[in-house]
């Protein structure tokens, strides 16, 4: 199975700040044929299912907000928020979709300072 | 728009098999556009992936679930199902089931989720 690391654990950012979140993988989710990374960023607030908010490692979903970035290939990958709102108080999870089984990240918990 | 619902009991006795269903509305499951997922979430704690079924039957389970767990779809119904026998307290979660763009995509669309609490 791939493990994915997520770091750190928990992170507590001050409004309009900026907020990184890390995710490592212990082998290359990045597929040679296609030059595609299989890497997924979910946000999860309390009492809500996931929310998909990157795949492919740096495409948005539509519909969520520009401040949210991904960047990353390989085994590397990093969730960026630019300008923190209080809606993005969440968990954050990465995913790798490269092989079976799906596996996820232990997720970040994302607080106001 | 693509909507799940899963529905099923939310207490199961230990040894027994948890069963539940997830509804698909705003898409067909025999479109072959995605893999129908079950992915639960152990209260307080991350997300583990348990496994998906194609529209056509096939299937790919967790390898630490492979045991006891039983997927189907029924594509008239636009429904798919998913049975893990022999719980234990262990199996505590909230369920959920989504969707995964096929042939390789992420979870794109859940459902809310529905807490299944294995208990006496």
């Known amino acids: 199975d791939i493990v994915m690391t997520q770091s750190p654990d928990s992170l507590a950012v001050s409004l309009g700040e900026r907020a990184t979140v890390n995710c490592k993988s212990s082998?290359?989710?990045?597929?040679?044929?296609?030059?595609?990374?299989?890497l997924a960023w979910y946000q999860q607030k309390p009492g809500q299912a996931p929310k998909l908010l990157i795949h492919?490692?740096?495409t948005r979903e539509s519909g969520v907000p520009d401040r949210f970035s991904g960047s990353g290939s390989g085994t590397d990958f990093t969730l960026t928020i630019s300008g923190l709102q209080a809606e993005d108080v969440a968990v954050y999870y990465c995913?790798?979709?490269?092989?079976?089984?799906?596996?996820f990240g232990q997720g970040t918990n994302l607080e106001i300072k | 728009q693509v909507q799940l619902q899963e529905s099923g009991p939310g207490l199961v006795k230990p040894s027994q098999t948890l069963s539940l269903t997830c509804a698909v509305s705003?898409?067909?499951?025999?479109?072959?556009?995605?893999?129908c997922s079950w992915i639960r979430q152990p209260p307080g704690k991350g997300l583990e992936w348990i496994g998906y079924?194609?529209?056509?039957?096939?299937?790919y389970y967790s390898p630490s679930l492979k045991r006891r767990v039983t997927m189907s779809v029924d594509t008239s119904k636009n429904q798919f199902s998913l049975n893990l026998t022999s719980v234990t307290a262990a199996d505590t979660a909230v369920y959920y089931c989504?969707?995964?763009?096929?042939?390789?995509?992420?979870?794109?669309?859940w459902g809310q989720g529905t807490l299944v609490t294995v208990s006496s």
């Open positions: 989504a969707t995964e763009g096929a042939p390789d995509g992420a979870l794109d669309y």
């Open positions: 705003g898409g067909s499951i025999s479109s072959g556009d995605y893999f």
């Open positions: 079924i194609y529209y056509s039957g096939s299937t």
């Open positions: 082998q290359s989710v990045s597929h040679r044929s296609d030059n595609k990374n299989y």
């Open positions: 492919w490692a740096s």
């Open positions: 995913q790798q979709y490269y092989a079976t089984p799906r596996t």
